[in-house]
């Protein structure tokens, strides 16, 4: 991750904490003023719900965290095998590396190794003609 992106999450972490702290406050707030009303007076409940601006907050925290973190994903891979090898093909290990300079884990090589190396096809007429030929011929004595 840039330091961008980890500075846009930390930013995002912190108003998230601070939301979370504050609803935890005013919860306490608001059960220990429920309980000195109902001690002194009427039983009234007194049900306040969350304050729009820790909502806000809470909302506003997570959509810069999500932000946060989609800046520091590193970009996508193609999803076309073709596309992919093509890639590889051109730029080698350099178009595989991320952001600390290491070759990124999903990084095979080569797709098309394994079929540029095989061997030719194999043609069994042609090894059981020689093979016949080499019977006649004494068969290696």
């Given at each position: 991750m840039t330091w961008i992106s980890k500075s846009t999450t930390f930013l995002g972490l912190v108003l998230l904490a601070h939301a979370c702290y504050s609803a935890q406050e005013h919860s306490a707030l608001q059960s220990f003023r429920a309980a000195t009303i109902a001690s002194t007076s009427s039983p009234a409940a007194v049900a306040a719900s969350l304050p729009i601006d820790i909502s806000i907050e809470a909302v506003l925290a997570t959509a810069v965290i999500c932000l946060g973190l989609v800046l520091g994903?590193?970009?996508?891979?193609?999803?076309?095998?073709?596309?992919?090898?093509?890639?590889?093909?051109?730029?080698?290990?350099?178009?595989?590396?991320?952001?600390?300079?290491?070759?990124?884990?999903?990084?095979?090589?080569?797709?098309?190794?394994?079929?540029?190396?095989?061997?030719?096809?194999?043609?069994?007429?042609?090894?059981?003609?020689?093979?016949?030929?080499?019977?006649?011929n004494g068969g290696g004595k």
């Open positions: 994903t590193p970009p996508l891979q193609p999803i076309q095998w073709r596309v992919w090898a093509g890639k590889i093909e051109r730029e080698g290990d350099e178009g595989f590396l991320d952001a600390s300079g290491e070759v990124s884990k999903g990084y095979v090589g080569n797709p098309f190794r394994t079929l540029e190396t095989r061997p030719g096809f194999v043609d069994i007429r042609k090894q059981r003609r020689e093979f016949a030929d080499w019977v006649r």
